[in-house]
């Protein structure tokens, strides 16, 4: 099993920053790609980046440029940099990991507990 605790969101005027960083524990479960989802209110979850162990990232068309996502394999955190945040990217940002159960090689996915970011003058 995985755990996932993903923290950084807040309050920030149009056109700042914000880092969001998410913190993986769980010695049974391997990794292959993480990433991270948004979910505004009254809308579906979406895809924001994602990352997988190869090192391949991803991005929604309306983030790119924009946001850059990283790993750091020794600390088993994954990070997205936010610049130049629009009113539109007021959601709850979720974390999630995909990856297999060592003993058994179980798919699965773990989802952290989410982040509010706001972006308003």
């Known amino acids: 099993q995985v755990y996932l605790a993903d923290s950084g969101g807040g309050l920030v005027q149009p056109g700042g920053s914000l880092r969001l960083s998410c913190v993986a524990s769980g010695s049974t479960f391997k990794i292959t790609a993480m990433g991270w989802f948004r979910q505004a209110p009254g809308k579906q979850r979406e895809l924001v980046a994602t990352l997988t162990s190869g090192g391949s990232p991803n991005y929604a068309d309306s983030v790119k440029g924009r946001f850059t996502i990283s790993r750091d394999n020794a600390k088993n955190t994954v990070y997205l940099q936010m610049n130049s945040l629009k009113p539109d990217d007021t959601a709850v940002y979720y974390c999630?990991?995909?990856?297999?159960?060592?003993?058994?090689?179980?798919?699965?996915?773990?989802w952290g507990q989410g982040t509010q970011v706001t972006v308003s003058s």
């Open positions: 999630n990991a995909e990856g297999y159960v060592i003993t058994s090689m179980v798919r699965g996915s773990a």
